[in-house]
């Protein structure tokens, strides 16, 4: 049981860690979470040492092409499927 909660606890967000840390911006006193602004102060850019952060793989991809991929590929097997099923007795 300990090992599947210390599994799972590496895939599930706990809100305590560094990624959801805020930081104060010295140029103008603003403080937020880089987790949320690439890394970067929204008001004038400063981007804080130590804090190093990098978009998940998933959010850094434009996935309109490899989607469109994937339906036209989807597409193509279901015109297969149903000429294969239409000649089949
Ligand atoms: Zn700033």
């Known amino acids: 049981m300990t090992v599947i909660a210390q599994r799972v606890r590496r895939f599930v967000p706990t809100g305590r860690?560094?990624?959801t840390a805020r930081v104060v911006c010295p140029v103008d006193n603003w403080s937020f979470?880089?987790?949320f602004t690439n890394g970067v102060c929204p008001l004038c850019g400063y981007k804080p040492e130590g804090v190093?952060?990098?978009?998940?793989?998933?959010?850094?991809?434009?996935?309109?092409?490899p989607s469109m991929a994937?339906?036209?590929?989807?597409s193509i097997a279901m015109?297969?499927?149903?000429?294969l099923a239409y000649g089949h007795k």
């Open 33 to 35: 979470a880089p987790k």
């Open 79 to 83: 015109g297969v499927l149903v000429i």
């Open 52 to 65: 190093e952060f990098h978009a998940p793989f998933a959010a850094r991809i434009d996935w309109f092409w």
């Open 17 to 19: 860690r560094q990624e």
């Open 70 to 74: 994937f339906m036209i590929a989807a």
